[in-house]
């Protein structure tokens, strides 16, 4: 398995900002991709709630840091 990373610091309202933006797109894409239907109905998804949390935390714009993985699993 091939594994990269990536950290961003938030020191800046300017950083803080970018990283609500960016969480705000993630959380979109996924939410359009990833929705579970059973019966017609909408269900929950676990990964679209933690991503929503995460969201919502980089919504305050406070400082922190941001670290993306990428894991690659070789067929």
Do not use: W
């Amino acid at each position: 398995m091939e594994s990269r990373q990536a950290t961003f610091e938030i020191d800046s309202e300017s950083d803080a900002h970018a990283v609500s933006l960016i969480m705000e797109q993630i959380y979109n894409s996924l939410r359009e991709e990833s929705v579970v239907v059973n019966k017609g109905e909408k269900q929950p998804n676990e990964m679209l709630d933690e991503f929503r949390k995460i969201r919502t935390m980089a919504e305050h714009e406070s400082p922190g840091r941001l670290t993306i993985i990428y894991e690659s699993y070789e067929d």
